[in-house]
């Protein structure tokens, strides 16, 4: 959905070097969420965020960072990206409220050598 | 232990067969969401539901609230049916975060 883009769609990088993924919605969505998806585990929450500068930790952060700063845009930075960290990670959006559902970014694959 | 369990884990079908995909929860819930990704691609968003059934197309998706239950059904599959069906739930809260199951990979054969 154009409402949400994830950037960069690939990439390779080395063991140790900092990463940082982007995520940018249109929807003035108020819930933002990266989420990892690896072979044999459901997709899994690293970190979201409830508003601009507003975030908190997921059952994976370990190793990764969020920021916020606007509205639009939510960042996810593996600080010293590990082979571990080989994956494919999600943007998600939501607004608030039970009532609304999801919308999910394109995804972003990530490898680390 | 998934809180999401979903079966089966991979399914092949003939062309026209009606399939089902189940999902069952340990705990209530504030809703149930049906998702589709196809080999490679994104994840899109088919249903959310807190009670009762919905229907789109050829999809219908029902929930029973006391039994924890959720099922997808698709009726006269169709190869490009094909793809992951990933169940996840809301347990609530005001951050609606969402607690997935491992999908179920489907193979429509024509």
């Known amino acids: 959905d154009a409402g949400i883009t994830q950037s960069p769609r690939h990439k390779v990088t080395e063991t140790g070097t900092p990463v940082t993924l982007r995520c940018h919605q249109t929807?003035?969505?108020?819930?933002m969420y990266w989420y990892r998806q690896d072979p044999g585990h459901g997709l899994r929450l690293i970190h979201y965020?409830?508003?601009?500068?507003?975030?908190d930790k997921g059952e994976v952060s370990d190793g990764y960072s969020v920021s916020r700063s606007k509205t639009e845009d939510f960042l996810l930075t593996l600080e010293s990206a590990t082979s571990s960290q080989t994956s494919v990670y999600f943007c998600?959006?939501?607004?608030?409220?039970?009532?609304?559902?999801?919308?999910f970014g394109s995804g972003t694959r990530l490898t680390v050598v | 232990k998934n809180e999401v369990e979903q079966s089966p884990q991979n399914l092949t079908a003939q062309e026209g067969e009606f399939i089902t995909i189940n999902c069952s929860y340990s705990?209530?819930?504030?809703?149930l969401h049906w998702l589709q990704q196809h080999p490679g691609g994104g994840i899109v968003s088919l249903f959310m539901?807190?009670?009762g059934k919905k229907k789109h197309g050829r999809l219908i998706a029902t929930i029973n609230i006391q039994e924890k239950h959720s099922s997808l059904h698709i009726t006269a599959s169709h190869p490009r049916d094909s793809a992951v069906y990933i169940c996840?739930?809301?347990?609530?809260?005001?951050?609606?975060?969402?607690?997935f199951g491992t999908g179920t990979l489907l193979a429509v054969q024509p």
């Open positions: 998600a959006i939501s607004d608030q409220g039970i009532g609304y559902g999801y919308t």
């Open positions: 929807e003035n969505h108020r819930y």
């Open positions: 965020s409830y508003g601009v500068k507003d975030t």
């Open positions: 705990v209530g819930i504030s809703a």
């Open positions: 539901l807190s009670s």
């Open positions: 996840a739930v809301n347990y609530g809260g005001a951050t609606n975060k969402l607690i």
